[in-house]
T-cell receptor
Framework: NAGVTQTPKFQVLKTGQSMTLQCAQD?????MYWYRQDPGMGLRLIYY???????DKGEVPNGYNVSRLNKREFSLRLESAAPSQTSVYFC?????????????FGEGSRLTVL | AQSVTQLGSHVSVSEGALFLLRCNYS??????LFWYVQYPNQGLQLLLK??????LVKGINGFEAEFKKSETSFHLTKPSAHMSDAAEYFC????????????FGQGTTLQVKP
């Protein structure tokens, strides 16, 4: 069972470079999310897509863009990377309308911006 | 708006001893609450969840949490710590509305001493 798959797992960028983090889920979930994890700050929501065709800003959207390519895939793009975007990024998926509500997470993408 | 506070960023416990990780929440609606665990260099794994059924929730690997509305708490406990329990633990509350977003606490790192 693949669950939520993120690529790449590791990436080093120079300031100003761009890159896209890819995420795919095979659980037929309608909702997908991008979080970033920084020491002492827990996980903070960057963007989410409650259903195919919609995207919305989360708590920390500045410097990022997203694309919900189809029901399975949700990508996160950094147009001009900054050192403050050094972080671990997690993609998650879930059933937004369900009564249980847990999210399923990928293994993370570790990004360093020099 | 929903929020979560985890008291104690680091907790140390001896192998075989009981431990408790604290989580307090703020919610304008009856909450859905979650505990996740993150092992080093891995994604987040669901330990247990409260969805307004029994107030004492049992999860995987012997973990339990008790929902106390009067104290707005959802503390995580385990009667006997194992070395393999060393990890970071996150408490989360589901956001109100139908987006499925989870709002996370700052995390607690558990150290298990032999």
């Amino acid at each position: 069972n693949a669950g939520v798959t993120q690529t790449p797992k590791f990436q080093v960028l120079k300031t100003g470079q761009s890159m896209t983090l890819q995420c795919a889920q095979d659980m037929n979930h309608n909702s997908m999310y991008w979080y970033r994890q920084d020491p002492g700050m827990g996980l903070r929501l960057i963007y989410y897509s409650a259903s195919e065709g919609t995207t919305d800003k989360g708590e920390v959207p500045n410097g990022y863009n997203v694309s919900r390519l189809n029901k399975r895939e949700f990508s996160l793009r950094l147009e001009s990377a900054a050192p403050s975007q050094t972080s671990v990024y997690f993609c998650a998926s879930g059933r937004a309308g369900s009564n249980t509500g847990e999210l399923f997470f990928g293994e993370g993408s570790r990004l360093t911006v020099l | 708006a929903q929020s979560v506070t985890q008291l104690g960023s680091h907790v140390s416990v001896s192998e075989g001893a009981l431990f408790l990780l604290r989580c307090n929440y703020s919610s304008s609606v009856p909450p859905y609450l979650f505990w996740y665990v993150q092992y080093p260099n891995q994604g987040l794994q669901l330990l247990l969840k409260y969805t307004s059924a029994a107030t004492l929730v049992k999860g995987i690997n012997g973990f339990e949490a008790e929902f106390k509305k009067s104290e707005t708490s959802f503390h995580l406990t385990k009667p006997s710590a194992h070395m393999s329990d060393a990890a970071e633990y996150f408490c989360a509350v589901r956001d109100s509305g139908n987006t499925g977003k989870l709002i996370f606490g700052q995390g607690t790192t558990l150290q298990v001493k032999p």
